[in-house]
């Protein structure tokens, strides 16, 4: 099997592992007799340690030079951690069974996303094309959970979760071996000598932050406008699949506009996407809008691989694992929290909030866009 083609297995294998988990996961936790305020807590608490965990980590497979080892380690610490939902019982013991799980699971995606980048770099194949399967595998896994829910309850998604952090420890002990990098003793701050990943940064949180109202709340505000379940399912769809298709094909995209270029187009369509959302929830233009998920999201995927790529390779994995903790997490986190009383209080208003995060990324990333040519010229 090709290079290219073990990373995409790769992808599948662990994005098959969210795409079971994360929709269901608040199910799970009612099943076991939570409240909903015990519920966000068990979940916040999940996100604090991968924020604290997954950097931590890159930090150290940098510095031992074998990001692949501790991937495979760390997805088959996973398959195990995971299954504690199952079992556990009462709110002590099951906010340990996250903290555990997110303990070991954190790396697991910024790793892969390091040696992803760094095998393309080497060997000359498309980095997005690989990423795709993820994509489309995290579609497949949510749907034949949501089956498996329906017909033997909730709990079955930590078992196909378990299954698939499982299948992620095959793939990647099936990784090419590339050359130890090590030497990657200079530190956390090592990335941030760099001045693209100091932009890098604050254009990730702002951008991919933008979609926090979305995943939180898109769903309850098409809801109370009339829209089905069904037309709001297929909305969602749509959003992933282009999002797909930019991932397989958009190599010359990415090549021709750059990072920064990259980073601008998803700033200005996170703006025209959430303004509109904001404005009206008249379908057919909802329908038109989700097409841009492929750049407000996808575009900017792609771009800061780029400028993550391009750092030494002693740096790799503690870059990934400090954008995707600060970068995005903790960005993500954070507005998350501040949308649910955003939400209360604007309705689906409250996209115009999102639309100005990205009217404030735009002016970062020309400045991106400049770091980047003073670099190459």
Do not use: N
């Amino acid at each position: 099997m090709s290079a290219p083609l073990r990373f995409a297995l790769l992808y599948a294998t662990q994005f098959a592992t969210v795409g079971a988990l994360q929709p269901f996961l608040p199910a799970v936790l009612a099943g076991h007799g939570l409240t909903p305020g015990q519920i966000a807590a068990v979940l916040a608490v999940s996100s604090a340690v991968r924020l604290l965990a997954a950097p931590a980590v890159g930090r150290g497979a940098d510095g031992l030079g074998d990001a692949r080892s501790i991937l495979v380690l760390a997805a088959g610490l996973a398959a195990c951690m995971v299954t504690g939902f199952a079992w556990a019982s009462g709110f002590g013991a099951l906010v340990a069974v996250a903290m555990l799980h997110a303990l070991v699971s954190a790396p697991v995606v910024p790793l892969s996303d390091a040696l992803c980048l760094g095998a393309a770099r080497r060997m000359g194949f498309d980095y997005g094309r690989a990423r795709s399967a993820g994509s489309a595998s995290y579609i497949a896994a949510a749907v034949l959970a949501g089956f498996a829910v329906q017909a033997v309850g909730a709990e079955a998604v930590i078992w196909i979760a378990s299954l698939c952090y499982l299948l992620t420890t095959l793939a990647a002990r099936g990784l090419p071996r590339l050359e130890a990098t090590g030497g990657g003793r200079s530190g956390f701050e090592a990335p941030f000598r760099d001045p693209a990943f100091r932009w890098l940064l604050p254009l990730s949180a702002l951008i991919q932050g933008s979609h926090a109202l979305y995943y939180g709340f898109a769903t309850l505000h098409w809801q109370a406008a009339g829209l089905s379940s069904g037309v709001i399912g297929l909305l969602w769809g749509e959003g992933v699949v282009v999002e797909v298709l930019l991932f397989l094909w958009g190599r010359r995209l990415v090549e021709r506009l750059g990072p920064g270029g990259m980073a601008l187009l998803a700033a200005s369509a996170g703006v025209l996407r959430w303004s509109v959302t904001a404005y009206t929830s008249w379908l057919p233009a909802l329908a038109a809008v989700q097409l841009l998920h492929a750049l407000t999201f996808g575009a900017m995927h792609l771009g800061a691989m780029r400028v993550l790529g391009g750092l030494p390779p002693g740096q790799a994995a503690t870059a990934q694992t400090l954008h995707a903790s600060l970068g995005v997490g903790l960005a993500s986190g954070i507005l998350t929290y501040l949308c649910g009383p955003l939400y209360a209080a604007y309705g689906g208003g409250g996209f115009w909030a999102m639309a100005g995060l990205c009217a404030i990324a735009l002016p970062l990333a020309v400045k991106l866009r400049l770091v980047l040519r003073r670099r190459s010229s």
